[in-house]
């Protein structure tokens, strides 16, 4: 009986062994996820804080006239949609949103050098009736942008 007891003691001692380096395993494999997850978000929030700066360097050049107020908008909208804020900056920022909406389709480049004459009139016509009308809200909220802080809009 007593060699009963030693295989069985035995069995229940490997058995416990198993489990609980299978629970070691798993919980080191929760571990480098968690891990990974860190990582990642860490990498996504400095290529949020660089696009951010982005924003914040366009806007100034804006200001400074070293970037021309339809390439500024154009920028900025689409580093805000990047960035994954567009909804959430499009309200406090109403006028260059607004721009962004006449000339966010309007080609350039090769595409553009594709269209008419009269196309491309037709463009420029409203890309500089948008912008006369908006440049003085533009540049008052390219002066905020410059400053621009993602906490602020918590």
Do not use: W
């Not at 924003?55 to 960035?83: P, Q, T």
Request: charged share 25%; aromatic share 8%; hydrophobic share 45%.
């Amino acid at each position: 009986m007593t060699t009963a007891f030693i295989v069985i003691g035995f069995f229940i001692i490997v058995a416990l062994t198993t489990y609980a380096t299978y629970l070691l395993l798993r919980v080191r494999k929760q571990n480098q996820v968690r891990v990974q997850q860190q990582q990642q978000a860490a990498a996504a929030k400095a290529k949020s804080e660089e696009l951010l700066d982005s924003i914040r360097y366009i806007a100034a050049a804006m200001l400074e006239e070293r970037c021309e107020i339809s390439e500024g908008v154009m920028r900025i909208a689409k580093l805000f949609n990047l960035v994954g804020m567009s909804e959430l900056v499009s309200e406090k920022y109403p006028a260059t949103f607004k721009h962004f909406e006449v000339i966010k389709d309007h080609p350039i480049k090769e595409q553009r050098k594709t269209l008419s004459k009269q196309q491309r009139m037709k463009l420029d016509f409203a890309r500089m009736k948008s912008e006369a009308e908006l440049e003085a809200t533009i540049l008052e909220e390219a002066k905020q942008l410059s400053e621009f802080d993602a906490a602020s809009l918590h």
